[in-house]
Nanobody
Framework: QVQLVESGGGLVQAGGSLRLSCAAS????????MVWFRQAPGKEREFVAA????????YYADSVKGRFTISRDSAKNTVSLQMNSLKPEDTAVYYC???????????????????WGQGTQVTVSS
């Protein structure tokens, strides 16, 4: 069982930066692939970025590649999403999620993930 709590969302102007964090409970954090999804009003939840259980592999949606960076700190049981050059279309609720480690990476559909945080709002003004 893993419990996830996101933080770091807020309001920022276009071109600005935010850093989201996801704190995970439990001592088996290193056994989980971690991911960020986002959901804008009226839209389906979409994949943003993933990091493997070891931290050695990352994967990004084309829409954020080169602007966002996912990382994890196993000592602190956290996964982070550094978001730079933000655009109004990045406005959404951002969720972190976890799934038991697998040989399949990346997994980019929400149904692959068993544990979810409550989400944090990111609003980018133009």
């Amino acid at each position: 069982q893993v419990q996830l709590v996101e933080s770091g969302g807020g309001l920022v102007q276009a071109g600005g930066s935010l850093r989201l964090s996801c704190a995970a409970s439990g001592r088996t954090f290193s056994r989980y692939d971690m991911v960020w999804f986002r959901q804008a009003p009226g839209k389906e939840r979409e994949f943003v970025a993933a990091i493997s259980w070891s931290g050695s592999n990352t994967y990004y949606a084309d829409s954020v590649k080169g602007r966002f960076t996912i990382s994890r700190d196993s000592a602190k049981n956290t996964v982070s999403l550094q978001m730079n050059s933000l655009k109004p279309e990045d406005t959404a609720v951002y969720y972190c999620a976890a799934a038991g480690r697998s040989t399949y990476f990346p997994r980019v559909t929400q149904y692959d993930y068993d544990y979810w945080g409550q989400g944090t709002q990111v609003t980018v003004s133009s």
